[in-house]
């Protein structure tokens, strides 16, 4: 059994940041991608942020330079660093991750739980 867990979501003012933090737990062999996916009301889900297993990241434009993705393998933990932000980052934010658990080759994609972040003007 494999669980993310995501923390980090909050009500914050335009211009400031939250970091998001997704911790996978359970019966892992390996973990490759991980990363975040977004969705607002009344809009599709949108990716976020990826950052592969050697650490190579890729970014939705419009976060760009605002935003940042990490990982600390040690802690299968990811964390999504969100700098500069506005309102129209308001949404839930959803974590993946793409797991092998023990005894199998296989790889799944996980999902967190989401967490609401909600940006001010």
């Known amino acids: 059994q494999v669980q993310l867990v995501e923390s980090g979501g909050d009500l914050v003012q335009a211009g400031g940041s939250l970091r998001l933090s997704c911790a996978a737990s359970g019966n892992i062999r390996r973990i490759n991608d991980m990363g975040w996916y977004r969705q607002a009301p009344g809009k599709q889900r949108e990716l976020v942020a990826i950052?592969?297993?050697?650490?190579?990241?890729n970014f939705a434009d419009s976060v760009k330079g605002r935003f940042t993705i990490s990982r600390e393998d040690a802690k299968n933990t990811a964390y999504l660093q969100m700098n500069g932000l506005k309102p129209e980052d308001t949404a839930v934010y959803y974590c993946y991750a793409v797991i092998s658990g023990t005894g199998t080759l296989t790889f799944k994609v996980y999902w967190g739980q989401g967490t609401q972040v909600t940006v001010s003007s």
């Open positions: 950052i592969t297993r050697g650490g190579s990241t």
